[in-house]
């Protein structure tokens, strides 16, 4: 059993000075990887690089734990024989290497900060991403706007503008917010990283264009705002003339009696003049119906229906 004890304090003074040695090679080493943690502006590069670093400091991590954990092993086993004096020469020098263990936490909060840049990156480019496939929607929304508008009524046509405004204001809103994100995210100045500028020239070409989206929106917007007063002008036009054009397609038909005398002359001659005054009038109400329609931003299908209506009035 002595030479058996003997025999385990031999090697742990021998572990001990080799544990120490080595330690030190991954203190060293350590402070170079930190130096090489930096940020990179292209996303699938950083991403990558993310998981090499969180690889090397896990590795160089654990290696560093489990020295300092043998180091304290090998300090246990030769205690049994080691003289008080020497206990305390060897405790000093273990204090002194774990003092030096800090640099494990400096080397993960430093690559912790570096995973919440790629992850900040990873949102900032999933959102520009995510409106510059929007705002094609949006646009073929404005558009089929546009190409149905003699098919909508104007209120239908305002709704549906309005609607799009809406979620029109509601991405400009991200993209003051993704603005924001750019200035702390990405360098500023004149020499910026080509991938950096990548970023801010993709966020500038999309706002401009969701901007200029927005005022095209507000134009027609605001043109079919005055649609609704013209077509209300229109359809109250038509509402009157209508029944009195019905009415009267009904007198048509029966015909006049012919008069057997001076008062029935008469009486005949005013029933005409008072429907050709009635005439005079209600075709009034149908150009004055008609002149609000094309005022409309589309009106074929108004058109289409004066006509239609004047052709029987024309009869």
């Not at 690089?49 to 180091?71: P, V």
């Not at 901007?211 to 043109?223: D, G, N, R």
């Not at 359809?235 to 009195?244: Q, S, Y």
Request: glycine share 4%.
């Amino acid at each position: 059993d002595r030479l058996k004890l003997l025999q385990e304090t031999k090697e742990a003074w021998v572990g001990y000075a080799e544990n120490n040695e080595t330690i030190a090679a991954e203190f060293e080493n350590a402070e170079g990887e930190i130096k090489k943690v930096k940020k990179r502006y292209n996303l699938a590069s950083a991403l990558d690089d993310l998981k090499k670093r969180q690889d090397i400091y896990n590795t160089s991590n654990n290696k560093i734990t489990g020295l300092f954990d043998s180091i304290n092993s090998n300090f246990k086993c030769m205690c049994i024989t080691m003289p008080d004096d020497k206990k305390k020469i060897i405790e000093k020098e273990i204090k002194a290497v774990g003092e030096k263990l800090e640099v494990t936490g400096r080397f993960k909060e430093k690559v912790d900060k570096l995973q919440e840049f790629c992850t900040a990156l990873s949102n900032f480019d999933a959102s520009l991403k995510s409106i510059d496939s929007w705002k094609d929607d949006a646009t073929a929304e404005l558009n089929d706007i546009k190409a149905a508008s003699d098919k909508m009524v104007p209120e239908d046509r305002v709704a549906r503008t309005m609607d799009l405004q809406e979620d029109i204001a509601a991405k400009m809103a991200i993209l003051v917010e993704n603005a924001a994100t750019e200035k702390d995210l990405l360098p500023q100045g004149e020499k910026v990283p080509q991938d950096a500028q990548d970023f801010k020239d993709e966020l500038n070409r999309i706002t401009k264009y969701v901007t200029e989206l927005q005022e095209k929106t507000k134009s027609e917007c605001s043109k079919y705002s005055e649609d609704v007063k013209f077509w209300a002008e229109y359809r109250t036009g038509i509402k009157e003339f209508t029944p009195w054009l019905v009415e009267s397609e009904g007198s048509c038909t029966e015909g006049l009696a012919k008069p057997t005398n001076l008062d029935e002359v008469k009486a005949l001659n005013e029933k005409v003049g008072s429907f050709a005054k009635s005439c005079e009038n209600y075709l009034k109400v149908l150009l004055s119906a008609d002149g609000a329609a094309k005022k409309m931003t589309t009106h074929a299908e108004a058109d289409n229906e004066v006509a239609a209506l004047k052709g029987r009035f024309d009869k």
